[in-house]
């Protein structure tokens, strides 16, 4: 999945819709979960999505903007292929991109035996399955091929799945972390740099993480700044209600990097660089050339801070126009 898809996602996870209740009864497991996002292995992160689903879809006007996205048949396709999972109903959902792996964990309600049962119904065939505590994992092949797709599902308990896909690895170092066993490794948010591009974010139901460096056409990126950024992250939280009844998105975006006395003069180029993504064609078709609150920016010795307010239906409305496309590809992850 491409950095925009990440983008989309991101979008996405915005517009909700109605959530199942979770089931009653008691926690099956003593694995650590919460959060999700200390269970992301940090070595070979190329980029980490962390988001709060229930939160998002509380807020109703969010909820009604999926409906310019996706319809509810989508999600009950979804759920029909992963054993009635609702990714709307998680209480934390996480996407992490590795170069030759993809892993999604997320904290949703979920039925073991129904979820291992769409697994074996999706693979072409099934290689191994282990019990291991708390832990079931299951592993195959989906893709027919000399270049085969291998997938491998993991259910910790009933508190959380894991899906991984691609060249077998991060999930192993994920559930570690789970059962408290990688003791001198740290996860990707509590490792630099994106230990500190988190705590400048803030605690956004919605967030993006990517570590440096960026290279080939990404360093050309926000008018060449990622090129001596060492980490990027953005952040969105919901921000009041439209008289419209749309809700309206603010986002932080924080650019790591060795910026010293330079830094003011980096930040009016981070703002030169959103005037110029607000203004071009996807801008707008997205609505973010007439911002709710326009963009401020600033900067210290190692970070820049852009924030800015858009509308949550013209972005939904631009994002559905944008992705049209690629939509089934996004959601099958």
Partial sequence: MT??????????????GRVAPAPAGPRRSDLRIEPLADLVPAAGLVWLLDLRPQELMANKAISAAVAEVLPEERFQAFALRH????????????????PEATLTMAEVPFHPPHMESAFVARALSVEGRAVEGDVTRTWGTFTPGPEATREQLAMLGRDAVMLERGRLGPLRAAIAFAEGKLHRSLPALRAEPLQRAAALLGDAPARAFAPGPFEGEWATGLGGLLRASTAAAVGMWTHGTAENGSANLFFRVVLLGAWGDDAPAAADRLRAAFDVLANDPLGKLMGVDHPVESARTGGNPD????????????????????TAGTVADIMRF
């Fill in 3 to 16: 950095r925009r898809s990440a983008l989309g996602l991101l979008l996405l996870a915005a517009c909700g």
């Fill in 83 to 98: 054993g009635g999972v609702d990714p709307r109903a998680a209480k934390e959902l996480i996407v992490a991109s590795y």
């Fill in 303 to 322: 970070a820049l801070v852009l924030e800015v307010s858009l509308d949550a239906i013209s972005l939904a409305r631009g994002l559905r126009a944008a």
